[in-house]
């Protein structure tokens, strides 16, 4: 005789804002209201949610659903703004500065009384007011959430800030309504906003932090649009890791060729610059620094000149 498949089990798991680290489970059967009112299930005491904002519901069959209460702020799903929806493992979920994501969980993970959960959720902020000294503020890691998905949650819902992100470097991207118009790495801005932002999103780890708005103004702004910007950087991303392999290092020595047997007259005006370059600043990293053109179209020229022995790698 076979052994019934044990249901699958979900939870909700805060992966930014006040209660981040904290977890809800999803009962079979069972509906669970989220809001700022003490006697609901999930209490998320904060301004930007409603006294009854949204109620998360789990079916006969296990179909998970998001249904929005009227709330002021509204509730959002893998960035898109919805009044009902279905969900499935791994959406994204907006309310107020939470992100809660839903998870698979182990077997018996579901019991959890809800009694025990409410309690773990405000251990959860405890703890998080404790490590920060910004608890209200939008914290997180961007290996939870990577930074395309976060940047069109905020779109959609029009944030205004700073978001901060730190790995090794640190980037910083402005957004007024929701919209990008400015990001800096390291408070270098001769890079220019185009470039920065588009280095900042291919970064796969840290940790980021939505601070408040910024009043400093910057003599260039971006003017596309946040869908727009993110298209540009994920297509120059997946161009340069097409080339990336036959790349030298960042750090590695750059030279020019000698004796430099192959023509100079050869070279049109645009090789000819990135070559200055090349002579000047002697590593990819800094050439892609001072190069005018964006990161793809510069290392591509640098590998246009190595294969033309213009160029040399140490």
């Known amino acids: 005789m076979s052994t019934p498949t044990p249901a699958k089990t979900f939870a909700l798991k805060f992966i930014s804002g006040k209660y981040q680290g904290g977890e809800f489970p999803l009962k079979a059967e069972k509906q669970i209201v989220i809001g700022r009112s003490s006697e609901l299930d999930m209490v998320l ?5 409603s006294r009854k904002h949204a109620r998360i519901m789990v079916n006969g069959t296990g179909q998970i659903s998001i249904e929005d209460l009227g709330s002021t702020n509204g509730t959002f799903v893998n960035g898109e703004k919805v009044k009902q929806s279905t969900l499935k493992e791994g959406d994204r979920i907006l309310i107020g500065t939470s992100i809660l994501k839903l998870i698979l969980q182990g077997a018996g993970a579901g019991e959890v009384d809800e009694v025990v959960a409410k309690q773990r959720l405000e251990e959860a902020a405890v703890q998080a007011a404790r490590t920060s000294t910004k608890a209200s503020s939008m914290t997180g890691k961007i290996e939870e959430i990577p930074l395309p998905d976060l940047l069109q949650l905020f779109h959609t819902s029009k944030k205004n800030g700073v978001l ?3 790995n090794e470097q640190e980037g ?9 118009y400015y990001a800096v ?25 939505l601070r408040p708005a910024d009043p400093q103004e910057f003599m260039v702004e971006l003017d596309s649009s946040t ?11 997946d161009e340069y890791k097409r080339i990336q392999k036959e790349l030298p290092a960042m750090n590695a020595r750059l030279s020019l060729a000698s004796p430099m047997t192959a023509p100079l007259r050869e070279l049109t005006p645009e090789l000819l610059d990135v070559l200055q370059l090349v002579h000047n600043h002697g590593s990819l990293g800094a050439v892609l620094n001072h190069a005018e053109q964006d990161d793809v179209v510069a290392a591509e020229t640098v590998l246009q000149l190595i294969k033309r022995d213009y160029v040399r790698a140490s």
């Open 45 to 49: 005491v904060e301004d930007m949610v």
């Open 164 to 166: 901060v992100v730190g």
């Open 172 to 180: 910083k991207i402005y957004l007024r309504q929701g919209r990008v």
């Open 185 to 209: 790495i390291d408070e270098n801005h001769n890079l220019g906003p185009q470039k920065s932002f588009n280095r900042i999103i291919t970064w796969e780890h840290g940790d980021f932090e």
């Open 227 to 237: 869908e727009a910007l993110l298209m540009d950087a994920l297509r120059q991303l």
